[in-house]
């Protein structure tokens, strides 16, 4: 089918996506590809899996900007689509928010969970 020009084209290539949320359906919808349940053509409900499906080469999938701009595996199509900005949530359990161990730890993941988004909005975190 080629290199899609736009998102509608999208519906005319093999797609990856969840299999029972309709979130991946809302997602390509909203960009102008009007795409069902049943075109995707592999389906899964856990992302990494999804994410390992596109870096074999099964499809046209969604992923972390960052992680495919460091993926000689996969390639972006259609780069010029603006993407949204999804949040990133650090959670911890309660009983375990006074531990001085866990609170570095999580001290340190929010440090570089911040870096990330921020090399992310910036193209910053580019390998290509």
Do not use: C
């Not at 199509?77 to 531990?99: E, F, I, N, Y």
């Amino acid at each position: 089918h080629g290199r899609p020009l736009e998102p509608a084209d999208l519906v005319d290539h093999a797609l990856i996506g969840f299999d029972r949320s309709d979130e991946m359906i809302r997602a390509f919808s909203q960009y102008g590809a009007p795409v069902t349940r049943n075109s995707f053509r592999f389906r899964a409900d856990n992302q990494i899996v999804l994410w390992e499906a596109v870096r074999a080469g099964n499809g046209i999938g969604l992923g972390q900007e960052p992680l495919a701009d460091r993926d000689p595996l996969v390639e972006k199509v259609l780069p010029g689509l603006p993407l949204p900005v999804l949040p990133v949530w650090l959670a911890m359990h309660r009983d375990v928010r006074g531990s001085v161990r866990i609170r570095r730890v999580a001290d340190f993941l929010h440090e570089e969970l911040k870096r990330y988004s921020a090399g992310a909005a910036s193209g910053a975190n580019s390998a290509r």
